[in-house]
C-alpha cells in the first residue's frame, strides 16, 4: 500500500531563518506532488505541484521554493523565513487518471517568531 | 476562474442528520471530491463523484447535480468524532493531467451531545 511521511512534524523558528520541509512517498511510482498550506482555521491553497523529476510548478508568488530531487521526494524551503510564512504545510500525492483523489501527509506546523 | 462556496460552520446533535451544501463554478469539470479534517490533523479522503446522484459510504453519502452545479455531503447518525472540518474540492480544469484540486474554504462540523 502507499503511503506518505513528511517531517519535521512541528517546528518553530526565527524570523530571517532557512526552512526545509521534507516529504516521501512508498509503493507508488511517478506520483504528482503537492505542497499545500493552510493557515489557522482557513482553507487549503495550493503552493507547488510537480509531476515529474526536476518538474515544479509554483502557483503563488512567495518567499518559499520547492524541489523534486528523486521521484518519491519532494522538498519545502526558504532562504529567509517570514511571519507570514507561519502555517499549517502539507505534502500530498495524487497518481491519474484515477479521479479527483489526493492522500495528505501528517503535516507540518510551522511557527515563525 | 474557479471557486468552490459552503457554509463556514454546521451544529448538529448526536444522532441526527446534516447535509453541508457545496456550489461550484469551474469552466470544465472532472468531478466533485469530499475530504474530513479534524482539527489539528490532515485532511482525508470521503467521497468522490464523477456522475449525478448519491454515492453511499456507511454513514456518510455525498450527492451531486452537474446541471445544477452542486453537491452535497450527508452525514447520517452523527457521532461526537463527527465534528471536523469538511472540504469540497474539484479537479483545476485548466491542469487536468496535474491532479490540481481547488478546494472550499470548508464548513466545521459542530456535534454537540
Known amino acids: 500500500s502507499q503511503t506518505i511521511h513528511q517531517w519535521p512534524a512541528t517546528l518553530v523558528q526565527p524570523v530571517g531563518s532557512p526552512l526545509s520541509l521534507e516529504c516521501t512517498v512508498e509503493?507508488?511510482?511517478?506520483?504528482?506532488l503537492y505542497w499545500y498550506r493552510q493557515a489557522a482555521g482557513r482553507g487549503l491553497q495550493l503552493l507547488f505541484y510537480?509531476?515529474?523529476?526536476?518538474?515544479i510548478s509554483s502557483e503563488v508568488p512567495q518567499n518559499l521554493s520547492a524541489s523534486r530531487p528523486q521521484d518519491r521526494q519532494f522538498i519545502l524551503s526558504s532562504k529567509k523565513l517570514l511571519l507570514s510564512d507561519s502555517g499549517f504545510y502539507l505534502c500530498?500525492?495524487?497518481?491519474?487518471?484515477?479521479?479527483?483523489?489526493?492522500?495528505f501527509g501528517e503535516g507540518s506546523w510551522l511557527t515563525v517568531v | 476562474g474557479q471557486s468552490l462556496e459552503q457554509p463556514s460552520e454546521v451544529t448538529a446533535v448526536e444522532g441526527a442528520i446534516v447535509q453541508i451544501n457545496c456550489t461550484y463554478q469551474?469552466?470544465?469539470?472532472?468531478?466533485l471530491s469530499w475530504y474530513q479534517q479534524h482539527d489539528g490533523g490532515a485532511p482525508t479522503f470521503l467521497s468522490y463523484?464523477?456522475?449525478?446522484g448519491l454515492e453511499e459510504t456507511g454513514r456518510f453519502s455525498s450527492f451531486l447535480s452537474r446541471s445544477d452545479s452542486y453537491g452535497y455531503l450527508l452525514l447520517q447518525e452523527l457521532q461526537m468524532k463527527d465534528s471536523a472540518s469538511y472540504f469540497c474540492?474539484?479537479?483545476?480544469?485548466?491542469?487536468?493531467?496535474?491532479?490540481?484540486?481547488?478546494f472550499g474554504q470548508g464548513t466545521t462540523l459542530q456535534v454537540k451531545p
Open positions: 500530498a500525492w495524487s497518481t491519474l487518471p484515477t479521479g479527483n483523489t489526493i492522500y
Open positions: 509503493g507508488t511510482s511517478n506520483p504528482n
Open positions: 510537480s509531476v515529474g523529476i526536476g518538474q
Open positions: 469551474t469552466s470544465g469539470f472532472y468531478g
Open positions: 463523484n464523477a456522475l449525478d
Open positions: 474540492a474539484v479537479r483545476d480544469p485548466q491542469s487536468s493531467n496535474t491532479g490540481k484540486l481547488i
